[in-house]
């Protein structure tokens, strides 16, 4: 459950960090959920659906640097009617290919990779670690982007220029940084991986698209990166304890507890609002966040 | 003296043999066709120090910003070393070893000394960051100028003084030649000011060149070798400072008009305004910054604070407007306690207040003339009835207010953000003036304006003592507290260690005062 937050997370983190806020996050994975499932169905291969997700994403985020970065546009606005978007465009394409009523058809998707089976059986730690490792190979791969991420914004010249354009940057522009290129790049880069966190709903977790399935996950990934502090290492705990919160409301329904379903599901949302409101407080994120840069 | 003059002027010369460092010829710049730069020629010679002296929006920075890649000039050429160069970015005069110290300082609070350094440098390490290595180069940097600074700090913690020797460190890392230094020392203490210039001195010494734009005579005539005036967008003339006085340059940067001096008639003082009895504030960080202080002030009298920036001034001109809390003592004004009152109710008092931050404090920058001129009194008549504003008034005073201050606006609808500091200003004392205060708090009522605007700000502040209004000038400007004030106090460390009349001060007195040497009378 945590694993589209993280993925998608890192990847605003990037542009966010190059002060660009992208509340369209949501309508970048919702375009990546359902282009991942058709890519999939008609190039018959979870790879490329994946690949065609992550097209859709880098498209859509396209379309948001050149409203944003490029022709000044408010990001708040072009994010918003992205998301609207998004929720409008993609049931309109899913009733078109799959139908109104059908079951959904088979298609390619992620698989859980089996713990190896003589492991398992030695003791009972085996059972707790074939439990723990049995996921799709879509979660191992996730797992090396917060240390690629750290690496990449504090010891390379790149990251060093993403962060100093999220703070300042006119400063930026008098020592010869593109400006324009760098916030470029940065959304470019979060539409990519949005666009996989999408795919990874549809192809790793459901098998089919669903209307809305990413339920608010774009906006808890944004809330993620603030929640992280804007580094990569606290995305990545922000995501597990965000996607822990998803996999409460589950496991509670599954449970029976008697609380009335509603409030079951309100549970991740109040988690991600409590943690925002009283844990964060004060934090500090990049000083030109949401500001468009016009060079004079 | 005339010895040493005659051989400056032979250095140049000689120097003027060799082609010039860099040549600006027939540079012009217009912006949506208003003239910021026309038909300017700049010669400038390797290992000097030039000036460019001109009032605010001479053109100055611009030109600057065109040197340094910002701006493309609409016409015209730049000769770098005697051959053509086309300096399209930031990047190719950096290239060309031209650095530039904005007046504004172009640094990132959040980084540290080292990142803001490199930032945007190409190692050739395929990207990777050493900062160490780095670190490394500018502590030898530091030291070779006989600087200090910690490069792991983070720039948000280094005083304004600091932050401008980065910025120098920050370009001759980059391996500048010719310095550009952007009204450098708006912003210093004295000190720091002393500082930077012995920081020149051994750039020049060096063989740099810098290029030093002001419009504070007195630094141009100690630091510079040569001067160019610009006026107007236009390069009037360029002559050696050795062979100039202050006086010929003012003529020269005003256009030939000659300075109204600051008339004064004596004071003629009506009864008390204000009164400050043992008054104890805390600032922000939680210090005390005003200790026991007791002050008076009388209608028709200007009362000069003199001190160093953050002896406690800031908290003062807050106290008496409401907007900080004593945490004992009293402030009385018309005879009325203020204690537990808000802003609003100073206000009605009829405190008029020019803060020191126009910025932040002064203006909104992004609302136009009109709707800064009422600021302060939009919720009563005549501005408003019933919560509805009276446009059709509002425009006509409004006009009327530029009209009589002078100020250089398109019109009243023009956003505060695309005016001078001098008209801004002109607006922050239409509206202040305007409801005739009964006591005016002025601080650095002149910063960041020219010569004209100054002028003009000052005569504006004594018209208002002359008609009985009580004025508490605060100001870091000796040479201002003397030209206005009617007395003067000093205050330092949060006390007021001297008050005397502005007829018996003598300088020397009141720095060794300011500097918490020497106690006058209270």
Redesign the interface.
């Known amino acids: 459950m945590a694993m589209p937050i993280l993925i998608a997370g890192m990847g605003f983190l990037f542009s966010e960090r190059a002060g660009v806020v992208n509340i369209g996050a949501e309508g970048i994975m919702l375009f990546g959920a359902l282009a991942g499932v058709v890519g999939a169905l008609y190039l018959n291969s979870a790879w490329l659906g994946l690949l065609a997700a992550m097209l859709a994403g880098l498209l859509v985020a396209a379309i948001f640097a050149l409203l944003t970065v490029s022709l000044h546009a408010d990001q708040i606005v072009v994010g918003a009617g992205i998301n609207i978007l998004a929720a409008g465009l993609t049931t309109t394409v899913n009733r078109i290919v799959f139908g109104m009523n059908a079951t959904p058809p088979a298609i390619p998707s992620f698989h859980v990779l089996p713990f190896p089976d003589a492991l398992a059986r030695i003791s009972w730690l085996g059972e707790i670690l074939s439990t723990i490792f049995s996921q799709n190979i879509l979660v191992y791969l996730a797992l090396f982007i917060a240390p690629l991420s750290q690496y990449f914004l504090f010891h390379t010249e790149i990251g060093l220029k993403i962060r100093a354009v999220g703070e300042y940057p006119k400063a930026c522009d008098t020592v010869g940084i593109d400006v324009v290129r760098v916030r470029y790049g940065t959304i470019l880069f979060s539409g990519l991986l949005g666009g996989a966190a999408g795919a990874y709903l549809s192809l790793g977790v459901l098998s089919f698209f669903m209307e809305s399935m990413t339920a608010g996950r774009g906006f808890i990934a944004l809330a993620a990166v603030v929640f992280g502090k804007y580094t990569p290492y606290g995305v990545l705990g922000a995501a597990l304890l965000f996607g822990a919160g998803l996999s409460l409301e589950s496991r509670l329904q599954a449970l029976g507890t008697g609380i009335p379903y509603q409030f079951i599901l309100m549970a991740p949302y109040i988690l991600t609002i409590l943690t925002l409101a009283g844990f964060v407080g004060r934090n500090k994120g990049p000083a030109a966040s949401g500001i468009p840069y016009i060079k004079e | 003296m005339a010895n040493k003059k005659q051989m400056d002027n032979q250095a140049l010369t000689q120097k003027q043999t060799t082609p010039p460092l860099l040549e600006m010829r027939h540079i012009s710049k217009y912006f949506a066709g208003v003239r910021a730069n026309h038909n300017i020629n700049l010669q400038i010679c390797q290992g000097e120090v030039h000036a460019l002296l001109g009032e605010n929006g001479a053109g100055k920075s611009t030109l600057m910003n065109i040197l ?1 890649g ?2 493309p000039p609409t016409a015209g050429k730049i000769y770098w070393k005697g051959q053509a160069v086309d300096i399209q ?3 190719d005069a ?1 290239a060309l070893g031209i650095g ?1 110290v ?1 007046q504004h ?7 540290s000394v080292v ?1 803001n350094v ?6 050739g390490r395929q ?3 050493n900062l160490n290595e780095a670190a490394k180069k500018i502590e030898a940097l530091a030291k070779a100028y006989n600087m200090s600074l910690d490069p792991w700090a983070k720039v948000w913690q280094l005083s304004v003084g600091q932050q401008q020797r980065l910025e120098i460190l920050k370009a001759l890392y980059k391996g500048a030649d010719l310095l550009i230094l952007d009204e450098p020392t708006a912003v210093l203490t004295p000190q720091e000011t002393e500082e930077l210039f012995n920081m020149i001195r051994r750039l020049t010494e060096a063989n740099h060149t810098v290029i030093f734009i002001s419009h504070k005579l007195n630094e141009i005539m100690a630091i510079c070798d040569r001067v160019s005036i610009l006026r107007l967008g236009e390069i009037t003339s360029t002559i050696h400072v050795c062979d100039t006085c202050q006086q010929t340059l003012a003529r020269l940067m005003m256009g030939g008009e000659e300075l109204s001096a600051i008339e004064k008639k004596p004071a003629s003082l009506h009864e008390t305004v204000l009164e400050c009895t043992k008054l104890c504030c805390r600032n922000t960080r939680g210090l005390m910054a005003l200790k026991d202080l007791s002050l008076s002030l009388a209608g028709g009298e200007i009362l000069g604070i003199a001190g160093v920036d953050g002896n406690g001034q800031s908290e003062l001109a807050d106290a008496i407007c409401g907007l900080l809390t004593p945490e004992s003592g009293k402030v009385r004004i018309n005879g009325v306690d203020m204690a537990g009152k808000s802003a609003r109710a100073f206000l009605e008092q009829g405190v008029g207040h020019i803060p020191e931050d126009r910025h932040r404090r002064g203006v909104v920058l992004s609302m136009n003339i009109r709707e800064n001129f009422i600021l302060m009194n939009y919720y009563k008549a005549p501005m408003s009835h019933k919560h509805l504003l009276d446009w059709k008034l509002i425009d006509r005073l409004t006009d009327e207010a530029m009209a009589s201050y002078q100020v250089k606006a398109p019109d009243r609808d023009a956003l505060m953000q695309n005016l001078s500091g001098g008209n801004q200003q002109k607006i922050v004392l239409a509206r202040e003036l305007s409801k005739a205060p009964s006591l005016l708090i002025a601080m650095h009522p002149s910063r960041g304006l020219d010569f004209g605007a100054t002028a003009y700000v000052h005569n504006r502040i004594i018209e208002a003592r002359d008609r009985g209004c009580a004025v508490l000038l605060i100001s870091t400007e000796i040479e201002e507290i003397l030209a206005l004030s009617d007395r003067v106090a000093v205050l330092y460390e949060g006390e007021v260690v001297g008050q005397m009349p502005a007829a018996e001060v003598k300088t020397d007195t009141l720095g060794l005062m300011m500097a918490g040497a020497l106690r006058g009378a209270g």
């Open positions: 340094y910002l701006y970015s930031p990047k950096i530039m904005h300082f172009m640094l990132i609070p959040a980084l990142e490199v930032l945007g440098m190409n190692c990207g990777r960051l």
